[in-house]
């Protein structure tokens, strides 16, 4: 018998980690259709903002807060009694609240950042999650730079957190460091380390400095990591966070890791436009699973496979991410096969010497053109015909 699938929860940091990006500002009205979208998209976590970090962000939570009503609404803060109150503020009227505390735990942070000892931080941890807990029943607390941090103070931090009442432990990798094998063995080291660590989920949230975020967060969730934070089109802090697109996707297509998640993949290549209009970040022509060459084939090879049979070089049907079809871009590398296809498309049916002569004049125009257009097909005939 096949074994349960295994639910990973998505949690969304867009409009926190993704906004945090120089240059991507976004207005609460924006914020809100956003929020709005994620929801309809299935997310189950949306961190609306950074409560305490500006009035705006503040108004963005409490906003979001109302207008959503069955997804998790989360809000940033450090470990301090000031951003919990505040956020605890911004997040009341949202149906289910939840406050995000932590500190950075790695020795970089310890002494250089806080200029302070592994006993300090402990009782800090504690403190923030049980002072957060006067407010919300669901805390989550984050070990920032746990990527770097020395496991064995990393399990005593979980430990303390979880006795003070966390619900769920974000494990960042804060400077996207870690390669995967690394990441999830700390998740599973954690896992067998941590005498309550039943008691809560883990999180991961990595980081995408060195082309990872994707690859990490599935090690953690291959070894008992139950919650993934990503952004919509990867975007976030420096090289940005983990895309959310790809990770669903992953869980979607490799049926046999056994997980699944509660999102409407159809709606990924709309909400992707969405935030990418928004925030003025592009998405790259080659970006995985959202990009715009993502179902596009141009070498007459890999055309010539995809006419036969679509499998042969596409792994995801494009309608189940929501764009509307494959193509075949007829360029210099194109063969006969793709230029027979591309005519029928707009209706011209040709013998096989008449494409042999027609294919000639095709590679002078591809030659001169980055891509050959159905207008540009129909020129090719008529000077054929002339
Ligand atoms: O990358 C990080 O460590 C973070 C935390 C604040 C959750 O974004
Ligand atoms: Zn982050």
């Not at 120089?22 to 979208?37: S, T």
Request: glycine letters at 6%; aromatic letters at 8%; proline letters at 3%.
């Amino acid at each position: 018998m096949q074994p349960k699938k295994i639910k990973i929860i998505i949690f969304d940091t867009t409009l926190r980690d993704g906004e945090q990006v120089p240059g991507c500002k976004l207005n609460e009205k924006e914020k809100i259709l956003i929020a709005k979208n994620l929801e309809l998209l299935g997310v189950d976590v949306i961190e609306a903002g950074f409560p305490i970090s500006s009035p705006g962000d503040f108004q963005s939570v409490r906003e979001i807060s109302k207008h959503i009503s069955n997804t998790i609404i989360c809000g940033l803060t450090r470990a301090k009694k000031k951003d919990i109150e505040i956020a605890a503020l911004a997040l009341k009227d949202a149906k289910r609240p939840r406050i995000q505390t932590g500190i950075g735990t790695s020795e970089s942070h310890i002494k250089q950042k806080f200029q302070s000892t592994e006993e300090k931080i402990l009782d800090i941890a504690y403190e923030s999650v049980k002072y957060a807990k006067k407010f919300v029943e669901d805390i989550e607390f984050y070990a920032e730079d746990a990527g770097r941090t020395e496991n064995l103070f990393l399990a005593k931090v979980c430990e303390k957190v979880i006795q003070a009442g966390a619900t769920v432990i974000n494990l960042p990798d804060t400077t996207g460091y870690c390669l995967p094998e690394e990441y999830g063995k700390k998740i599973k080291f954690l896992i067998e380390n941590v005498p309550n660590i039943d008691q809560v989920t883990l999180s991961t949230h990595c980081h995408d400095d060195l082309g990872l975020a994707t690859a990490n967060s599935i090690a953690g969730i291959k070894n008992g990591a139950r919650q993934v934070e990503g952004t919509i089109n990867g975007i976030g802090e420096r090289a940005g966070n983990t895309p959310l697109e790809e990770i669903v996707m992953i869980l979607k297509k490799k049926k046999e890791l056994n997980f699944f998640t509660n999102i409407n993949t159809k709606m990924l290549y709309t909400i992707s436009k969405l935030v990418s209009q928004y925030t003025g970040m592009f998405v790259p022509q080659n970006k995985a699973i959202i990009g715009k060459n993502a179902f596009s084939h141009s070498s007459g090879i890999h055309q010539d496979g995809m006419i036969k049979n679509r499998g042969t070089y596409e792994i995801i049907n494009p309608k189940e991410v929501g764009y509307k079809t494959s193509s075949l871009i007829l360029t210099a590398r194109s063969g006969r096969s793709a230029l027979i296809y591309r005519y029928k498309k707009i209706g011209y049916v040709f013998t096989k010497y008449q494409i042999d002569t027609i294919y000639q004049i095709f590679l002078i125009y591809a030659d001169k053109k980055k891509e050959i257009s159905d207008e540009n097909l129909k020129q090719i005939i008529n000077s054929v015909r002339n």
